[in-house]
């Protein structure tokens, strides 16, 4: 039996939901999910496979079938199959989908699928922009195809090639050629067919915590010294990290002899930079940092290596001759092997591995891709003896979610990269890839913008993953003291928020795992019968309380703002870093313009919406800390009620850890009383005691509020809490000294809790403040939105201003810039 870590699989049929023919076979996986197989020689396929590892769901779903005229008609409540049993042919095999209005839900075999979503690509290098996407499981049509005919098998194997194999269950060719082909039938239920996907091809795994704080990366020839410099200086300026990324020239490059070939694959340290390598390793540990290092495996194990003479023993090479161990992932010895060489590298403090592979998609067996096998082994590797698996690499097809992280490979640094970002990361989705990492800010090429690389980093804030990443240019580096002052004061502020934002995103990570929600959805999942959510390409849901529309272009110069187009469905919304206030009042929800200047980033709290954060302060530790937090802060956003259960673990091991749920809960009646609950924490305890601390304290930021009178409960008992109000953000800030986890918490507002004053004519004043345009103007249009508000904005479209700076009886005027119009309006048309 091998002790080498399994995928779990369940890849055989029901045999109750399979029909099937001497050359033919449909499996009814679900009511909208169906598999059609068709073998020359009638042997169908029944392994798990490189995409689908689960066809047996359980209970038996409802359809029926019949022969009728020579053709085999299968009913599902969702679809409706018609097929006239021969080999599969546009004329003789479709599908029509039920409750889909299209005038294309009808699939035939072969058809191109025009309407589809799209899913992702296998990576963004040298990407300038857009670049073209594979398919996603989601189609405006109502359906969409899954061809894994071409995908190898998973098998237990004792034996490959005529060696022993160590693995267990190998990656196989399949037998013989055939068609396999998965039908997605959901019409525009989005997320039951994501759902679905999970289930046929395996779920997400779980990331351990420290993954959701900032990544350093930079390819870059650091030193030992040079580099732990640069960490102690992102913890003296305040600057949180989790992740040190260490490329490639860790280990040896230019001092390979030429002989050997070139240096880009490599498993020596450069004792030249790092002398002491465990002595490196155990520093950035003590800086609360896991580490994981570059590797391109492509050129095997070279005689140069420090490891080479074992390596070659075990491969039977006599270690003297320094004949090169060629890299074969489809040998289970070589793998054993390359395995072996990796765990004593890890074993001196080597957390994961970042796999650069970038040489194309040729194995010595037909049709594996050497990424995807690269992939699957090295996750499950990783797991180990009860480790917490993980690995870092690009994308390799259908069912790549389950080998988290992904890494989208060197883009340029340009607008237009940019740009593409958040509909390339939401639309992944699509496919079930939740846990892209960009380089953000950019990695190569393109130019030095500073607006650019700001806006960068609030869209890593708000990324599945946020790593920094750039070239080995002096003028790249993207450190925040590197920029004027007002770009690293928004740099740094992202990453600050980022670091505080881990309860939430652990918990959407826990939601991700469990319920199959990406932490990043198009805004189309939930409201797929609205033509203005197919719109926003760039805005996306971030977790179950915020959405997110970055900004993606440059600021405008007359208002010294930057426009996104934001659609917000039905409801109230709040700015989540503002607490203004934005109603969608009709059912089809509501279209504008928003514009923030550098410092600020759209985005927007549903009403009732909670979201957990973690302080950067000496109660949680040290600034890298990623423990449960000692001090937790909410922001609660009034207007409806709201819940979220905030879900902590030991970290221990994934879904096997201990696990605490706190339930945090706002009650809210308009023109009358608020409360705002605490839960007590329950679950498990864990190994040591407690998944959370003993004792807590909190602060509950209620946004978008008046000022009130607050009261508090602990256990049943009155306690003291400290209030303050910021006018700038219109929060009621609560301060909760240290109670037990164990107890309730209940905040009781004395009176109403009533919604912020309209704020709407004195932010359009400070758009007039700061607008790059003639003073007396400015004034008139002051004027105009105090005496009449939303009504003035006609009247703003008129007004002139001098032209070129000329003085006002110069008869050459122009008209109010347009952009400064259209950001007063958002203001004066919120609610």
């Known amino acids: 039996m091998s002790h080498f870590p399994q995928l779990d699989t ?82 003789g095999l479709s599908v029509v989908i039920k409750g889909e209005n299209s005038n ?25 922009g857009p670049t073209p996407l594979g398919l996603g499981i989601l189609s405006r049509d109502g359906w969409a195809v899954l061809d894994d005919s071409a995908s190898n098998i998973l098998a237990e194997a004792e034996q490959i090639n005529g060696g022993h194999n160590p693995f267990g269950t190998w990656v196989m060719p399949r037998p013989n050629a055939g068609h396999d082909l998965y039908i997605f039938g959901y019409a525009h239920r989005y997320i039951e067919a994501i759902r679905d996907f ?77 002398p002491d390598p465990k ?32 390596a070659a023993q075990q491969m039977g090479i006599d270690p003297a001759s320094e004949e090169p161990i060629e890299f074969d992932l489809t040998s289970p010895k070589f793998m054993k092997t390359y395995f072996d060489l990796h765990h004593r590298l890890e074993d001196e403090g080597i957390d994961f591995w970042w796999l650069d592979w970038q040489q194309g998609g040729v194995t010595r067996q037909k049709g594996l891709d050497p990424l995807w096998m690269l992939n699957h082994l090295h996750y499950l590797d990783s797991g180990r003896a009860g480790r917490w698996p993980l690995t870092f690499s690009r994308y390799a097809g259908p069912g790549s979610h389950r080998y988290p992280v992904g890494f989208s490979g060197d883009t340029v ?106 932490i990043v959805e198009p805004m189309y999942w939930q409201a797929p019968d609205n033509e203005s959510a197919y719109e926003v390409a760039n805005e996306f849901r971030f977790g179950t309380e915020l959405v997110v529309a970055p900004i993606t ?14 659609w917000l469905p039905q409801g109230t919304w709040f700015d989540f870093f503002a607490g203004r206030r934005y109603e969608a009042p009709d059912a089809e929800g509501r279209k504008l313009e928003i514009w923030r200047p550098l410092a600020g980033m759209p985005v927007f709290a549903k009403a009732g919406g909670i979201v957990p954060m973690q302080p950067l302060d000496k109660a949680n530790g040290p600034v890298n800390s990623i423990k449960n937090p000692t001090h937790v802060r909410v922001i609660a956003f009034a207007g409806a009620d709201g819940a979220f259960t905030l879900i902590e673990d030991d970290g221990s091991r994934g879904l096997e850890s201990a696990v605490a749920t706190t339930e945090l809960t706002l009650h809210w009646v308009a023109g009358s009383s608020a409360t705002f609950t605490i839960g007590p924490v329950q679950g498990e305890t864990g190994t040591d005691g407690s998944v959370v601390p003993e004792r807590r304290s909190w602060t509950i930021v209620m946004r978008g509020v008046e ?124 609610v």
């Open 104 to 128: 294309r839900n009808t699939w035939n075999y072969g058809e191109e699928q025009d309407g589809n979503l799209r899913g992702t690509a296998r990576t963004l290098d040298e990407t300038n």
């Open 198 to 274: 999970y289930q046929l091809t395996g779920p997400t795994p779980l990331l351990p915590r420290f993954a959701l704080g900032n990544w350093w990366s930079r390819y870059h020839r650091y030193t030992e010294r040079e580099y732990l410099q640069l960490v102690e200086r992102f913890e003296h300026e305040g600057l949180p990290f989790t992740t040190a990324v260490i490329d490639m020239d860790w280990h040896l490059v230019d001092a390979v002899d030429p002989k050997y070939g070139s240096g880009w694959t490599g498993y020596t340290w450069n004792r030249s930079f790092f």
């Open 10 to 91: 369940h890849p055989g049929m029901n045999p109750e939901s399979v029909i099937q023919g001497d050359h033919w076979r449909i499996g009814v996986l679900s009511e909208s999910l169906i598999r059609l197989e068709w073998q020359d020689d009638g042997i169908f396929e029944d392994h798990a496979t490189q995409m689908v590892v689960n066809r047996d769901w359980g209970a038996k779903p409802k359809f029926t079938h019949t022969v009728r005229a020579g053709r085999l008609v299968l009913d599902t409540p969702a679809l409706r199959l018609s097929y006239d049993m021969g080999p599969f042919s546009k004329e």
């Open 413 to 518: 640094v340009s607008w237009e990269s940019l740009r593409f970002q958040p509909y390339f990361t939401a639309t992944a989705s699509n496919i079930g890839y939740g846990w892209w990492s960009h380089d953000i800010g950019g990695h190569m090429f393109g130019y030095r913008d500073e607006e650019l690389e700001a806006r960068w980093y609030q869209l890593g804030v708000f990324s599945p993953i946020n790593r920094l990443h750039s070239t080995d240019s002096a003028f790249n580096g993207k450190e925040p003291w590197n920029f004027r002052a007002e770009v690293r004061d928004s740099m740094a502020a992202s990453l600050r928020l980022r670091h505080e934002l881990i309860p939430y995103l652990y918990t959407m990570n826990w939601r991700a795992a469990g319920e199959g929600r990406p």
């Open 279 to 310: 002595r490196f390793l155990d520093a950035l540990h003590r800086h609360g940092l896991k580490v994981t290092p570059n590797v391109h495996p492509r050129d095997g194990i070279r005689a140069f290596e420090d490891g080479y003479a074992q």
């Open 707 to 830: 000022p009130a009178t607050v009261l508090a409960h602990a256990g049943g008992n009155d306690i003291e809490v400290t209030t303050s109000y910021d006018k700038r953000t219109l929060s009621l800030n609560i301060e909760i000294p240290e109670v037990p986890a164990a107890s309730t918490v209940e905040i009781l507002f004395d009176g109403e809790l009533a919604l912020a004053h309209d704020t709407s004519v004195d932010d359009a004043f400070q758009v007039l403040y700061n607008a790059q345009i003639d003073y007396l103007t400015k004034d008139k249009a002051d004027r105009l939105v105090r005496s009449s508000g939303a009504s003035a904005l006609n009247a703003l479209h008129t007004l002139e201003q001098p032209a070129n700076g000329e003085q006002p009886h110069d008869l050459f005027v122009s008209h109010m810039p347009e952009s400064v119009i259209r950001a007063i309006a958002e203001q004066l048309l919120r």
């Open 553 to 566: 272009e440059p600021i405008d110069r007359d208002v010294q703002l930057a426009k996104t187009d934001v």
